[in-house]
């Protein structure tokens, strides 16, 4: 009940311009505790004691989780304001439930301010006695006691919820939470991320993919964490691969307390599926026994839309494996592997033909190509080493200034933390391009010393020869529907188009 508020207090409110005060939690929508209500019953207290509102501050906050952003609003507006003026709020627990803000309160009491609760008639200036300051500090104490027990009762709700197979954290990808009411909550399967979380399962579970090989099926896929969602972004790290190949949720338990409890919802694979992956996790698997060489791994590209060719392994109950070749993104790209095998051994067969003698003029030719191929990545290396030392330069002069204290601290902590960044990305540029220009040159002696016997030598090399051999013979490596376009390096195109008949009738 509000108490009766005596003509003294009355005389007092006077000339005193009020601030409307009400809050509600983010939890806490309650009846009675509605914005509404607060500014009403509010506004008719500062009607009675004829207290103009000058302002109307209305939100929602918690007052005991994280930093009171808003409050810290109100407060500066306050101390803004020329005195008399009256903070009024419909009780104490709406402006604060705890002791943390109690000193910022008293000062501005101290200073001036008035504080107005509706409900309790409690009013607080800096002639108050130690009873009502007393009382207030009770209040307080009521208030965050009720948070307590609310906090308690909120924790022994969680912890009886894994028991009747609810989940009360935040879905994992590949599923989302769905409110269907004020207080439940559940939790489906995400229509797009669901089925790729599927397929990266399915697919690591044939041994054929690292977890770097894995990562990059994932970003490829269109693999989105919530947290990349809401930021648009699609950068997958190989921890969060790691992390959902490791979570039991997907086959049908739960992690709570360092216990696994069976949930309720839609399973997404089979338990068989989960302990193969956690196999090859844990290095155990027979799965790496067989596991077969990619050799064009991260090398072939969809011509229609320009992404990387993924391979695909199926095993067989007869103990055969089955390779083939396709882009995520086009449904009609996919390629048995042994038609690309084909191609290759046919064009290696070709080169076996050619003259020694002949075949070393045309590495040359090809070794210039592949300069001339390079003199823009050259280029471009040289300008990066110029802007490397301009930067390097830029640091000697920040430092300099730093000394002269024509910069403070900070300044220089910045601008120093901006300066070594833009020279960590340039020397990632510049090792990116050592790598390039070297690509190819060191296998040329390699190739002619293989060519006399090139397509049975290549048959029996490991995968990363065989890549060596590839890159120097193709310049480029599409794939279009169901046909392998790889481009032989011009010098070798023209001879083994026919451009060398003429040697032999010599």
């Known amino acids: 009940m509000t108490k009766f508020i005596n003509e003294s207090e009355k005389n007092m409110a006077q000339n005193i311009k009020a601030v409307s005060f009400s809050r509600v939690s983010t939890r806490e929508q309650a009846e009675g505790y509605s914005l509404d209500a607060q500014d009403s019953r509010i506004k008719q207290y500062c009607e009675r004691l004829h207290m103009p509102i000058i302002k109307t501050i209305s939100f929602e906050e918690s007052s005991t989780r994280g930093p009171r952003k808003q409050f810290n609003e109100v407060i500066d507006f306050i101390k803004k304001q020329k005195p008399p003026i009256a903070i009024v709020c419909d009780k104490v627990d709406r402006l604060q439930r705890s002791f943390k803000e109690y000193s910022t309160i ?16 409690l009013v607080l200036n800096k002639h108050s006695s130690g009873n009502d ?94 947290r990349y ?6 950068k997958v790290h190989k921890q969060t691969i790691i992390n959902m190949l490791k979570n039991p949720f997907y086959y049908g338990f739960m992690k709570c307390y360092g216990k696994l409890y069976p949930h309720n919802y ?30 064009y791994r991260g090398m072939i590209f969809c011509k229609h ?40 051994k046919d064009d290696l067969c070709r080169l076996k033909k050619m003259p020694l003698k002949l075949l070393e003029d045309t590495l040359v030719l090809i070794q210039q190509e592949i300069k001339e191929k390079h003199k823009i990545e050259i280029e471009e290396r040289r300008i990066l080493k110029s802007k490397k030392t301009q930067l ?37 540029k510049l090792s990116h391009y050592n790598e390039v220009t070297k690509q190819g040159l060191n296998s040329l002696e390699e190739l002619i010393l293989l060519v006399s016997k090139i397509p049975e030598i290549y048959e029996s090399s490991n995968c ?27 010098p070798l195109e023209n001879i083994l188009s026919g451009g060398f008949r003429h040697v032999w009738s010599d």
Request: aromatic share 10%; glycine share 6%; proline share 3%.
């Open 266 to 295: 839609e399973k997404l694979i089979s338990k068989e599926l989960f302990d193969k992956c956690q196999d090859l996790l844990l290095g155990r698997s027979f799965h790496r026994k067989r596991k077969v060489e990619d050799v």
């Open 464 to 490: 990363q020869e065989k890549r060596k051999v590839l890159k120097l013979l193709y310049s480029n490596f599409l794939l279009e529907g169901k046909n392998p376009l790889f481009s032989i390096r011009k």
């Open 392 to 428: 390097e330069n830029n640091l000697d002069m920040l430092l300099d200034m730093r000394l002269n204290n024509s910069i403070t601290q900070e300044q220089y902590n910045k601008k120093y933390d901006e300066i070594t960044k833009q020279i960590e990305n340039l020397d990632k």
């Open 133 to 226: 300051w007393m009382r207030y500090q009770f209040e307080i104490l009521l208030a965050s006691g009720y948070t307590s027990n609310l906090s308690d009762n909120v924790k022994r709700g969680m912890e009886a919820m894994p028991d009747t197979g609810e989940y009360f954290s935040g879905a994992p990808v590949g599923y989302y939470n769905e409110r269907y009411s004020r207080h439940s909550t559940t939790i489906l399967v995400d229509p797009i991320m669901g089925p790729i979380v599927k397929k990266l399962f399915r697919e690591y579970a044939t041994g054929t993919y690292s977890l770097a090989d894995l990562t990059r099926l994932a970003d490829e896929l269109g693999f989105k964490t919530r």
């Open 305 to 344: 839309c320009g992404k990387m060719i993924t391979p695909d392994v199926k095993y067989k109950q007869n103990g055969r494996v089955h390779k083939y070749l396709f882009c995520p993104h086009c449904k009609d790209t996919r390629i048995n592997e042994n038609i690309v095998d084909a191609k290759i």
């Open 229 to 234: 969602k809401k930021k648009q972004k699609n």
């Open 106 to 121: 008293y000062d501005l009491v101290m200073n001036g301010v008035q504080l107005h609760f509706v409900t309790s008639g």
